[in-house]
C-alpha cells in the first residue's frame, strides 16, 4: 500500500498543539439568541426556564458555601432544590403560561369561600335542630327536615364542583410541566448528554412521569387545605367564642374566669397533636425520597433486564440478574419497612387525635349544659364547630406524609432539572468549550478544523484535528480500541458538544447515522424500516428497500406490530439500518462498527450496495476489520497518546483496494479468487 499525499490541512500535524482554543465570538447580529439572553445576566430568581411550554435561560449556578459542614451543604442543597422547582412550575400561571390557569384557580377559591358559608348553615341548622328535639317542637323539626335537604344538595354540588376544578389545575398543570421538561430532555440531544454527564438525574423516565405527577398533584391539594383550613378555622373560632363565652372556675374560695375557653382548648388541642405529628414524623421526608430512589431503580433494573433479554439469556445471567433484582427489591422492601414505622406513628396521632375531639366539647360544655345556661343545640353546634376547629388546626396531621412525599418527588424533578441547566449553560458558555458548527466555504462536504473533543470536566479526548473530507469520499476512521474513534464520529454528528474547534457541512446537506445498536421503535416494521418518517415512503418502496439488503422474507410482515426489536436479530437490526439509509438517501453517512453483527460475506454485500445505490454518498466509517478498506478511498487513523488522541496519519487508499471494491460491485469471482491483502 502507497501513502498519498495527507489531507491533513496542517504540515505538522502530528506534533502536539497549544491549549484549546475558545470559540470566536459572532458579530452581535449574526450571533445565537441564547448568547443575547446570557449576556442579559437574568437572575436565578427572574429567570423562567419554561414559559409557554419552551425552554428559556436556565438559572445561574448556585454554589454552596464552602464553610458549611457536609450535613449543612446538603440541607442547603435540598433547599435549593425545592426553589429550583419552583422556579420552573409557577411559570403556568405566568402571563404566556396556560390561559386557564387563572380562571381555574381563582374558581377553586371562590367555591372554597361560598362551601364555607354552607357549612356555617348546617353547623347552625344542627344548633336549631337540636333545640327543637330539645323543647319537642315537631313543627320546627319537620320544616328543619326538609330545610336539610337543599343544604346538603348545594354543599354537596359545591364539593363535586370544586373537585372538578381542582383536579382539571392538577391535570393542566402537569400537562404543561410536562411538556415543558420534555421538551429540555429533548433539546440538542440532552437525552443523550445526560449518560456521559455526572449528577443526579438517574431514570429520568420515572422523574418525568410519576415524581412529576406527585411534584404537581399534591400543592393544589395543599393550598386548597391550607385554604379550607384557615378560612374555616377563622369562622367557626367565632362561633366557639360566641356560644362557649367564659368559663368561670372556682379554685381555692376564689373564682377564675377563662373568656372563650373553648377557642383556647381547641388550639392548645391542635398544637399538642401537630407538635406531636412533627416531632414522630420529622424523619418522613428522608424517608420517601429514599423510597423513591429505591423503586425507581427497581424499575430501572427490570427494564434493563427486558431491554437484554436475549444477550441474558443467551448468557445464562437469569441468577444473576435474579440476584441484581432481589437486591434492589430487598432495597425497596427496607425502606418500605422504615416508612411503615413512621406511618404507624402518625396514624396513632392521627387516630387518637379524631377519637378525642368529638367528646372534648361536650365534656366542656356539660357544667354550663347542665346548670341550664346553655341548651342542647348550643352543647351540638358547640361540638360541630370545636371539630371543624381541630380538623382545620390538625390539617397537618392528616397530611405530613404526603407532604413528606410531594417533598421527595420534587426534589427528584429539580435535580433533572438541574443537570438539564448544567447542560444548557455548557451550550451558552465559552468556559469549558463547546464545538462549533457551520458550513464549508471552500465546496468540501465535511471539514474538521482544529477540532478537539473533551469530557465534560475538560479531559481531552481526541486532540487538534484538521481533516478536509470532498463530496463522494468514502472515508475510514482507524485506531486501536479507546482511541476515540466512536468518540470523534459522535461529534461530527453533533451528538458529542464539548471540546473547541469547528465541525463544518456543505450547505444543505442531509447527514445519517448508523450506530452499532441500530434503534427499533415499536409500532410496525413498516415504521421500524422507514423510521423517522414512517408515511413519506409507500409499502413498495419499503419493501425494494428490505430486499436490497437481504431481508425480503420479512416483507409480508411490513404492516404487522411486533417487539422487533426483541425478536431481530443483531445483523437483522444492522440491515434494517441499511435499508432505512437507502431509503432516506443522505448525502453524508456516518456508519460507527454498523457492520460489526454482519459475516464478511455479509458486509461485503451490504457496502456493496451502499455503493451501488448511492454512489454520490460521503461515507465516514468506524470500524476493525481490515476487509472494509476495500470499500473506501481514504483512511485517518488515530493514536491514543497521553492528553489525548491524535490523527497521525490520512492516506489515499491504494487502487488495488479499489479493483477488490469493482469485484464486489460486479460480482465477479468467488471469495477463493480475490487477491490476498498484503
Known sequence: MSEAKPKLKQADGIKPRGALKPPQKAPRDQRPRHEELREKKLSSAEAAPEVDGQPGPPPDAVEPDPQLTPEGAEQERKKYLLRRFWISARGYWSRRGDRLAWPLTIGVLLLICINIGFQYGINVWNRSMFDALEQRNARSVYFLSAVFVPLVICSGSLVVAQVYLRMTIQRRWRSWLTTAVIARWLAGGRYYQLNLVGGDHQNPEARMTEDLRIATESPVDFIAGVLNAFLSASTFIVVLWTIGGALTLPIGGESITIPGFLVITAMIYAAITSTAMVVIGRNFVQLSERKNQAEAELRYTLTRVRENGESIALLGGEEEERSGIDRNFGHVLRQWALLTGQHMRTAAVSQGSSLFAPVVPILLCAPKFLEGSMTLGEVMQAASAFGIVQGAFGWLVDNYPRLADWNASARRVASLMMSLDGLERAEQSDALGRIQHGETDDGAMLSLDDLSVTLDDGTAVVKETEVAIEPGERVLVAGESGSGKSTLVRAVAGLWPWGGGSVNFHADRRLFMLPQRPYIPSGTLRRAVAYPAADKWTIKQIKAALDKVGLAYLAERIKEEAPWDQTLSGGEKQRLAFARL?????????????????????????????????????????????????????????????????????????????????????????????????
Open 582 to 678: 437507502l431509503l432516506h438517501r443522505p448525502d453524508i453517512v456516518v456508519l460507527d462498527e454498523a457492520t460489526s453483527a454482519l459475516d464478511e460475506k455479509s458486509q461485503d454485500t451490504m457496502m456493496a450496495t451502499v455503493i451501488r445505490e448511492l454512489p454520490d454518498v460521503t461515507i465516514i466509517s468506524v470500524a476493525h476489520r481490515a476487509e472494509l478498506e476495500a470499500f473506501h478511498s481514504r483512511k485517518i487513523t488515530l493514536e491514543r497518546r497521553e492528553g489525548g488522541a491524535k490523527l497521525v496519519s490520512d492516506i489515499n487508499l491504494a487502487p488495488r483496494k479499489r479493483n477488490l471494491l469493482k469485484r464486489a460491485l460486479w460480482g465477479s469471482g468467488s471469495r477463493a479468487e480475490r487477491p490476498r491483502k498484503e
